[in-house]
Nanobody, 121 residues
Framework: VQLQASGGGLVQAGGSLRLSCAASGRTFNGYFMGWFRQAPGKEREFVARITWSSGTTNYADSVKGRFTISRDSAKSTVYLQMDSLKSEDTAVYYC???????????????WGQGTLVTVSS
């Protein structure tokens, strides 16, 4: 399994970015694709998750209403649309996949390389 994350960058507070995660190496039906983030000095935290087959989504409270996770099955790609960005959203963002319903990063077996999002205030 390979996950390739991209789309990070520098954006002003209130702005938007869209992250992409290209997935390959297996069929992802029955799996969950998640986005996590890790700020300097902090533990990796759950951001959002999507069930590959049904498209059901879950979000951390801190991003609910601002971020949207989606997937394009034909392209095997998961997206994270981030709107109304805040300085506290600054972190390295990772995509990952799991066969469990967990939102704990320890249960995600495969990870992308991370993409840095910096939000300036």
């Amino acid at each position: 399994v390979q996950l390739q994350a991209s789309g990070g960058g520098l954006v002003q507070a209130g702005g938007s970015l869209r992250l992409s995660c290209a997935a390959s190496g297996r069929t992802f039906n029955g799996y969950f694709m998640g986005w996590f983030r890790q700020a300097p000095g902090k533990e990796r935290e759950f951001v959002a998750r999507i069930t590959w087959s049904s498209g059901t989504t879950n979000y951390a409270d801190s991003v609910k209403g601002r971020f949207t996770i989606s997937r394009d099955s034909a392209k095997s790609t998961v997206y994270l649309q981030m709107d109304s960005l805040k300085s506290e959203d600054t972190a390295v963002y990772y995509c990952a996949t799991t066969s469990t319903t967990s939102t704990w990063y320890g249960n995600y077996a495969y990870w992308g390389q991370g993409t840095l999002v910096t939000v300036s205030s």
